[in-house]
T-cell receptor, first 116, second 110 residues
Framework: GAGVSQTPSNKVTEKGKYVELRCDPISGHTALYWYRQSLGQGPEFLIYFQGTGAADDSGLPNDRFFAVRPEGSVSTLKIQRTERGDSAVYLCASSSEPGLATGEQYFGPGTRLTVT | GNSVTQMEGPVTLSEEAFLTINCTYTATGYPSLFWYVQYPGEGLQLLLKATKADDKGSNKGFEATYRKETTSFHLEKGSVQVSDSAVYFC?????????FGTGTSLTVIP
């Protein structure tokens, strides 16, 4: 009974580089969320997938951020031309309850991204 | 829009003390309300939830009541333990999104 896993756990990259962050949700969970958590803050919503499609991507800060979930399971968050302000912990969560935000989410341990 | 305002910390209590962490919200529609907890070195996990007004969520001795009239969801525990030391996040579920507060760090000393 594996939980949500995220890789890598830590990523250090130089300003301007491209990064990919991976999330493996709990098997069978159709809903998947990405969040960004800056130091001393709560998680900030980025994007919500229901199955393969992005049901709500209104939290993505700009067009440098993009996420995919091609087979409805694993998801990848992609950040182009990284900036120092992108440094944060990126959290992934999955849920068996689609639709309205009423269900329990199961969070992964996060990927700590540092842009130098 | 939707938002959550949470009591700032850090909070330090002696073991067996009473705990209250305040949380108020702003929302359109009828959101669900949650408390999540993050223990040291671990990921966020759901502590309790309430899906409609006047519902009380409870777990591990913690309670919170969904108060529509005061738009609040305060977390309480009658007697805290050292093992309750963690960061607590109030959250609101509305539409497709969840909105989290900034978190309150609790330290319980023996």
């Amino acid at each position: 009974g594996a939980g949500v896993s995220q890789t890598p756990s830590n990523k250090v990259t130089e300003k301007g580089k491209y990064v990919e962050l991976r999330c493996d949700p709990i098997s069978g969970h159709t809903a998947l969320y990405w969040y960004r958590q800056s130091l001393g803050q709560g998680p900030e919503f980025l994007i919500y997938f229901q199955g393969t499609g992005a049901a709500d991507d209104s939290g993505l800060p700009n067009d440098r951020f993009f996420a995919v979930r091609p087979e409805g399971s694993v998801s990848t968050l992609k950040i182009q031309r990284t900036e120092r302000g992108d440094s944060a912990v990126y959290l992934c969560a999955s849920s068996s309850e689609p639709g309205l935000a009423t269900g329990e989410q199961y969070f992964g341990p996060g990927t700590r991204l540092t842009v130098t | 829009g939707n938002s959550v305002t949470q009591m700032e910390g850090p909070v330090t209590l002696s073991e067996e003390a009473f705990l209250t962490i305040n949380c108020t919200y702003t929302a359109t529609g009828y959101p669900s309300l949650f408390w999540y907890v993050q223990y040291p070195g671990e990921g966020l996990q759901l502590l309790l939830k309430a899906t409609k007004a006047d519902d009380k969520g409870s777990n591990k001795g913690f309670e919170a009541t969904y108060r529509k009239e005061t738009t609040s969801f305060h977390l309480e525990k009658g007697s805290v333990q050292v093992s309750d030391s963690a960061v607590y996040f109030c959250a609101l579920g509305g539409g497709n999104q969840f909105y989290f507060g900034t978190g309150t760090s609790l330290t319980v000393i023996p």
